[in-house]
T-cell receptor, first 112, second 112 residues
Framework: EAQVTQNPRYLITVTGKKLTVTCSQN?????MSWYRQDPGLGLRQIYY???????DKGDVPEGYKVSRKEKRNFPLILESPSPNQTSLYFC???????????FGPGTRLTVT | SQQGEEDPQALSIQEGENATMNCSYK?????LQWYRQNSGRGLVHLIL?????REKHSGRLRVTLDTSKKSSSLLITASRAADTASYFC????????????FGTGTQLKVEL
């Protein structure tokens, strides 16, 4: 089954404790991206990747890192999480920005 | 700044009625997409319309695009309770590189 998976689905952590949210897709997509969703603000793109070893900043990259060492995986790294990063995070993949995006189920992160 | 802004923010209608949502954006685009999100879940692609298209249909969905007004509308005909969800437009700007920008969404509630 074609899908985008994210782990964990829920995470409660404390300020400053490094964490990684994994994202994996099985559709051989080149384009992958991370979004955060906050009430009243819609989805905002954090980072995107056009292909292996090619990443670029979205609209809200501060406080986040990503890597794309393999085509199928695109982890999101928060090296020193802060409470303002409490949000619902989505990973998405596609053949390109001009194509249909396939979204993962979301990761709800709470930073206390 | 956000590329897409949906209007209205919330819409409540009776089953069987039509629902119209609008999306406005600020800069020239290559494509505009509409997505649906059921409460806190991943987004699902509905329809894509290219900048050189004016109208597109998919089942009960009709999307129009007016590039001179920088706006798009999504019409859902003969709505059903199962259409209750949030709807988002997403654009990739002509000079935006490979970023995809989502609007703030319209919450649609279809009542029996």
């Amino acid at each position: 089954e074609a899908q985008v998976t994210q782990n964990p689905r829920y995470l409660i952590t404390v300020t400053g404790k490094k964490l990684t949210v994994t994202c994996s897709q099985n559709m051989n997509h080149e384009y992958m991206s991370w979004y955060r969703q906050d009430p009243g603000l819609g989805l905002r793109q954090i980072y995107y990747s056009m292909n292996v070893e090619v990443t670029d900043k979205g609209d809200v990259p501060e406080g986040y890192k990503v890597s794309r060492k393999e085509k199928r995986n695109f982890p999101l790294i928060l090296e020193s999480p802060s409470p303002n990063q409490t949000s619902l995070y989505f990973c998405a993949s596609s053949f390109g920005v001009v194509y249909e995006q396939y979204f993962g189920p979301g990761t709800r992160l709470t930073v206390t | 700044s956000q590329q897409g802004e949906e209007d209205p923010q919330a819409l409540s209608i009776q089953e069987g009625e039509n629902a119209t949502m609008n999306c406005s954006y600020k800069t020239s685009i290559n494509n505009l997409q509409w997505y649906r999100q059921n409460s806190g879940r991943g987004l699902v692609h509905l329809i894509l319309i290219r900048s050189n298209e004016r109208e597109k249909h998919s089942g009960r969905l009709r999307v129009t695009l007016d590039t001179s007004k920088k706006s798009s509308s999504l019409l859902i005909t003969a709505s059903r309770a199962a259409d209750t969800a949030s709807y988002f437009c997403a654009t990739d700007a002509e000079r935006g590189g490979n970023k995809l920008t989502f609007g703030t969404g319209t919450q649609l509630k279809v009542e029996l």
